[in-house]
């Protein structure tokens, strides 16, 4: 052994099941996060569909709502900061993205 101390496997196997419930434990809020997001995209997808028959996917325009929500938050921190160039790519990117939906 290189560290000088001898590790049973029985350690072994406790260390690794702490690790995954560990995981397990921090990573459950997550997904809980992105099961009420499912449930609240698909009603949103069906009123959608409901009053504006011609959009192909309004799961996607939500996303890509999101999407350009966080640009603008993202593009407003960099304003406060002065930070000229990250500010301006960050606005550039909503068109971008907009554009992007109706080129389908």
Request: aromatic share 16%; hydrophobic share 60%; proline share 6%.
């Amino acid at each position: 052994m290189e560290a000088g101390f001898f590790v049973s496997r029985r350690e072994i196997a406790i260390n690794a099941l702490i690790g995954i419930f560990l995981i397990v434990v921090l990573l459950s809020p997550f997904l809980l996060a992105l099961v009420a997001l499912a449930y609240i995209v698909r009603p949103i997808g069906q009123l959608f569909k409901t009053f504006l028959p011609g959009l192909s996917d309004p799961e996607d325009l939500f996303f890509l709502g999101l999407f350009c929500a966080w640009f603008l938050v993202e593009a407003i921190k960099r304003l406060r900061k002065r930070e000229w160039t990250g500010a301006f790519l960050f606005l550039a990117g909503v068109p971008m993205l907009l554009s992007s939906w109706p080129a389908r």
